[in-house]
């Protein structure tokens, strides 16, 4: 009973205190919706690249070349084999179609190819990967099994381009997380700031209730409340003008992406990331709140 | 209930507010404390209600020595001592019953309870009629009584006043003192600091006068006349 009249006590207080100072509330409001509007366009382009990789990705073939002298149906076992370890699709192409193939790559010099005694190639299997296994990591792992196979001389995908999209993606982020950590903690001081003009505003109250008999933790509660509240506006704010940029841009986005864009790529804040930003806003604001108000107490 | 042995109290690079000061107030009794500007009167109250620590010297209240309690335990020892203010110190935004709620608020107490002895109480201080005005609309009295109010609405075993009367008409301090007198008489610790010596003519109560930080006298004059009766 006593802990539900302190809270509701709270909430009222914390209310109350928004009221009295508006646009000192205001001011830290829309600090954190820009910094999360910022973020959330971050996380879009991150999520947008994610596409681009996993689209390009998806085109990423391994390619194992058999030993001089296998035949058909060694490749069609190395096919079999390599399909059921990757859950992908495998392709056995003949030494023939490899040599027409290669001399329709050669376009004008491809005739010197009819001139040759016996065909060199050997049969080879391309493997489509399952998108599990479209990293560089699982990629040259796999590469490292199938030259095992007693059957195969070689195997190959393009480590280079799969490792520099990957390289790419994991910049991004990184340059995100940090870039959202530095302007974070930033933010969290600037939001301390104006809260602590608001603190100060209701310093009488505070000697009052600690006279009274208040703990440290009652006097906190109602900022943490306000800072959780302003958190929460600040992200719905941000949500929102990310919503109003996606149904303004996303679309002209698509059409210019259309070719990499996996079908029904959605560029608009999903749910997800509707509930990461109001998580990061109420802990921005509710760390902007303890940082001020701790600094009250101690003073 | 309340016990100073040997108390000293100083502050960087000043003379002493309090020395040796070693005192005793019972339970129920109303004291008058007492001496000029920076004797040390607020100095020795906030030592009881934990504003401030002792230099040296214990302080015992209700057996706790505030030498050694923690500052966690502080806002619960706080919760058995009411203060009242020359400065009133009432939050002007807020209506009278706010304010007197607002100790209630601090406890837990559920709306329904709080309503009701925020009531009782103002009706008690004759304020019944005031509950929604805002402080700045009463007169010093009646701010004075609101603060009383406050500091009475929990129950506490003490009451300390500091100047209650220092901004106040001689006719508005006799209402405000014979209201801390009722509260005495209802069981209550009272003790009050003044430098307005009509005061202790009047009201002849137990004196502690200070000087200098040192106790000048103890002294009560009442208890002394009945002794002499007896005796």
């Known amino acids: ?299 | 209930m309340i016990q100073m042995f040997h108390v000293y109290k100083a502050y960087a690079n000043a003379p002493p507010c309090l020395s040796d000061v070693t005192l005793q107030i019972e339970k129920g009794e109303f004291v008058f404390v007492t001496g000029p500007s920076g004797a040390g009167k607020t100095t020795l109250l906030k030592l009881i209600f934990c504003a401030e620590r002792p230099t040296d010297g214990q302080v015992l209240v209700e057996g706790r020595n505030l030498s050694r309690i923690k500052s966690s335990a502080i806002p619960f020892l706080r919760r058995n001592i009411g203060v009242v203010f020359q400065d009133f110190k009432l939050l002007t935004h807020r209506t009278v019953a706010e304010n007197v709620a607002f100790t209630l608020h601090v406890l837990g107490v559920s709306k329904v309870e709080c309503e009701e002895r925020v009531r009782k109480m103002l009706k008690r201080v004759g304020l019944a009629h005031k509950a929604d005005c805002l402080p700045q609309r009463l007169s010093g009295g009646e701010q004075q009584r609101v603060v009383i109010a406050r500091a009475l609405v929990n129950e506490p075993t003490i009451l300390l006043a500091d100047e209650p009367t220092g901004n106040l008409d001689p006719e508005l301090t006799v209402e405000i003192m014979d209201l801390l007198c009722g509260v005495n008489v209802r069981g209550t610790t009272v003790v009050v600091a003044t430098h307005d010596a009509s005061l202790l003519a009047r009201y002849r109560k137990r004196t502690i006068r200070l000087d200098g930080g040192f106790v000048a006298f103890d002294r009560n004059e009442l208890k002394e006349r009945v002794w002499m009766a007896a005796g």
């Open chain 1, 1 to 299: 009973m006593r802990a539900l009249a302190k809270t509701a006590y709270f909430w009222k207080s914390a209310v109350q205190g928004v009221q009295r100072t508006p646009l000192i509330h205001l001011l830290a409001v829309i600090t954190i919706a820009i910094v999360l509007l910022a973020a959330g366009l971050v996380r879009s382009s991150v999520q947008l690249l994610d596409s681009l990789t996993e689209t390009i990705g998806g085109d990423v073939e391994l390619t194992v070349y058999l030993k001089e002298g296998a035949t058909e149906s060694d490749a069609a076992d190395v096919a079999r084999t390599l399909e059921s370890r990757t859950r992908g699709s495998a392709v056995v192409v003949s030494p023939q179609a490899a040599l027409a193939r290669l001399r329709a790559e050669l376009r004008g010099v491809g005739d010197v190819l009819t001139d040759l005694p016996s065909n060199p190639l050997p049969y080879s299997v391309q493997l489509r990967v399952a998108p599990g296994f479209r990293t560089t990591d699982a990629l040259r792992s796999l590469a490292a099994e199938a030259k095992a196979m007693p059957e195969i001389q070689d195997a190959d995908y393009g480590e280079e381009a799969v490792a520099r999209l990957a390289a790419i993606a994991r910049a991004v982020r990184y340059a995100g997380l940090v870039g959202f950590t530095v302007i974070g903690l930033a933010t969290v001081f600037i939001v301390a700031a104006t809260l602590q003009l608001a603190i100060y505003a209701r310093r009488d109250e505070i000697e009052i209730q600690k006279l009274v008999g208040a703990t440290d933790r009652f006097v906190k509660a109602p900022f943490l409340v306000e800072g959780a509240l302003q958190g929460l506006v600040g992200a719905a704010l941000a949500l929102a003008a990310l919503w109003a940029f996606s149904a303004s841009v996303g679309p002209r986005l698509q059409l210019l992406f259309a070719f990499v864009l996996r079908p029904g790529t959605e560029l608009s804040p999903n749910p997800s990331v509707a509930w990461e930003l109001l998580l990061a806003g109420c802990a921005l604001g509710l760390s902007g709140s303890f940082v001020a108000v701790g600094r009250l107490l101690r003073t």
